[in-house]
């Protein structure tokens, strides 16, 4: 009754999931170079210092070299690419759930060259589009296209709230095993309190910092992504309700879908590697819950 499972894998639609699937590579991998100049070469510059103390004056300036590279130079491209990729995955959203993109308050489209500079970099390391092909459940086609679209909306909300929430518990257990270790440390080496907090845990701190920021990050994301869910199902029943015409659907999911693409733009990044290992499982209980769902409103009268 709708034409997303076939628009969804057209090639010029796998084109645009590829290139937000790079810019967000590219985002992570500027968040990648930012976390180790600010925590593994601390910890050696730490470890330098305490070896020749005359290295002192270096270590300080390469702290504050590493500061206004991270303000001014790595976090404004990482936002840069982040943004793109977020637009891009707008712009797949507009065209595939049939959105007009000047309701949707999203800017300037995103410039082909940019889209297809970024696919061509996808292409170089994957061989095909395989593994962005049935982006959304393909049994929405069943459905008419105002409640097919607010299921890809809540599939795509709980999808990244999930992954997030497992994220944020990573970062604990990562947490606790490094704190771990800092204490099987100190024991083993038999250091003074003072060695022991200039030498381990002074260095360590970032990596505190960054986990313990990252954990909140992805918390707040989360719990945003879970109002949004919410509204999204409080939809949903209003169609099993027949409350509202397919005109006040449109509505409600423009707005929404504003939403998400706030959320997509302002959200924490998750590195590649984690990223496909936590995904698989979410994307398998996501695609059964739309079936449930489509199943319950096509028993709607």
């Known amino acids: ?49 305490a070896i020749f103390p005359k290295m002192l004056v270096y270590a300080g300036l390469w702290g504050i070299s590493v500061t206004f590279l991270e303000l001014f130079v790595l976090s404004q491209l990482q936002k840069s690419a982040q943004e793109k990729a977020a ?9 595939v759930l049939q959105f007009n993109w000047s309701s949707l308050n ?21 061989s095909n589009y395989s593994t962005l092909q049935n982006w959304y ?25 999930q992954l997030r929430l ?21 024991l083993i080496g038999g250091l003074t309190l003072e060695k022991f907090l200039s030498a381990v845990v002074v260095p360590l701190t ?12 992805h918390k707040e994301a989360a719990t945003r992504l879970n109002r949004l869910r919410e509204n999204a199902e409080t939809l ?3 169609v099993i309700n ?17 939403q998400i693409y706030d959320n997509r733009r302002r959200s924490p990044l998750i590195f590649d590697w984690l990223y496909s290992r936590l995904r698989r499982k979410d994307e398998e209980q996501m695609n059964r819950a739309a079936e449930a769902l489509i199943q319950e409103l096509n028993k709607t009268p």
């Open 206 to 217: 970032p990596a505190f910092v960054f986990g313990s920021r990252q954990r909140t990050e």
């Open 166 to 186: 497992r994220y944020a518990k990573w970062i604990i257990i990562i947490l606790i095993t490094l704190t771990i270790i800092v204490f099987i440390i100190g």
């Open 106 to 126: 999203c800017g300037i489209r995103i410039e082909p060259e940019t889209i297809i500079d970024a696919s061509t970099r996808f292409r170089r390391k994957n």
């Open 1 to 49: 009754m709708n034409s997303i499972p076939q628009e969804q894998n057209t090639e010029k639609q796998l084109e645009r999931l590829a290139a937000q699937r790079q810019l967000y590579s590219d985002a992570k991998a500027l968040q990648l170079i930012s976390l180790v100049i600010s925590v593994p070469l601390v910890v050696a510059w730490s470890i330098l210092v």
């Open 236 to 238: 949903l029943q209003e």
């Open 87 to 95: 637009k891009i995955q707008q712009l797949f959203d507009c065209e």
């Open 137 to 161: 459940p393909v049994n929405v086609g069943q459905l008419p296209i105002h409640q097919a679209r607010i299921i890809c909306q809540r599939s795509n909300i709980w999808w990244d709230a």
């Open 242 to 258: 027949r409350r509202f015409t397919s005109q006040d659907f449109e509505r409600e999911s423009y707005t929404l879908q504003s």
